[in-house]
């Protein structure tokens, strides 16, 4: 409830952006950006929990393969929606129309968790301490730190992929919004066919066994783009790329679940969420850090830290 009001709330941020002075509106969106990575950080890891809480441990990883099927289908279906939206409404209308519907939402979550917080004997602990409990059990349990981490690491290439491919579009490809959204439609396509092939049960056992080689894989698969100089090398290289990056990122999220004692497995989903967070935070700071460096540069550096980050967890 409490990420999707701050999603809710960054979203009607937006809203008054496009009539804005320069400075004010850019101040606008980067506190709605803010807000909503955190929104849905805290709701991620509060429904991961919930739904990882009722699924049998051997069925965990299986279970989050297929469901991140899902995802993948609401995620298109979300942004197709949203761009058709912007272009037949405009920005503002949009952002006020989704914020409405945001909010709408919680206002369902309320009246259905109703009865659950009723018949509470205890009120739930806050976001600091359900985090420290996770690191006090993922400090006793370097199996599952080692699996946490891997999902950060997981979900940090797909936040440089969404950092710097619109640059990489442009300056490396000399291409525009035409290219950068085949690129996107060709991965999300791809992966979802992957991640739905990866869940068949010959297909987890191997995965299961075999997450840090897959996350090493998808580093190098960001140093392969990093050299490609021609649209349609793009389109076949970031296809593939998106395949490695769905399945890593099912796997190591599934993995971490199926390590973790279920009393406790909201509390270290939520506490992973936080630490992906964290990831995107210093890959998001990139540019400033580095303004003169070209992202294909910035793809080769980040595929060959996320490598060496898998090897690492490999070793532990």
Known sequence: MFGQTVRAGALLLVAPAPFADGITGALL???ASGLGSLGY????????????AIVAREKRVAFVMRLSIARQVGLAAGTGIAGLSIAWFGSSASAVGF??????????????????????????????????????????????????????VSFAVIKITNLLLPGFV????????????????????????????????????????????????????????????????AIIVYSLAGMAWSVTRSAANGHLLSVTDTDVVGRVQAFTTLLTG?????????PLAMPETAEATLYLVCGIAVAIAAITLRMV
């Open 170 to 233: 442009v300056r490396a490809l000399n291409g525009d919004s035409s290219l950068f959204g085949t690129l996107e439609m060709v991965a999300a396509i791809c992966g979802t066919a992957a991640v739905a092939i990866a869940s068949l049960p010959r297909c987890i056992r191997y995965i299961e066994k075999h997450t840090l080689l897959l996350l090493t894989m998808t580093g190098f698969s960001l140093v392969v783009f990093s050299l490609v100089t021609t649209p349609l090398t």
């Open 278 to 286: 964290l990831f995107g935070m210093v890959i998001f700071l990139m």
């Open 99 to 152: 914020g409405a519907m945001a909010t709408a939402s919680m206002i369902l979550i309320w009246m259905i968790e109703m009865p659950d917080r009723q018949n509470r004997s205890s009120p739930p602990k806050g976001v600091l301490a359900s985090s420290r409990e996770a690191l006090a059990y993922l400090a006793e349990n370097p199996t599952c730190l080692v699996a946490s981490v891997t999902v950060g």
């Open 41 to 52: 950080s805290l709701q991620d890891g509060a429904l991961s929990g919930l739904l990882q």
């Open 29 to 31: 969106l980067m506190a």
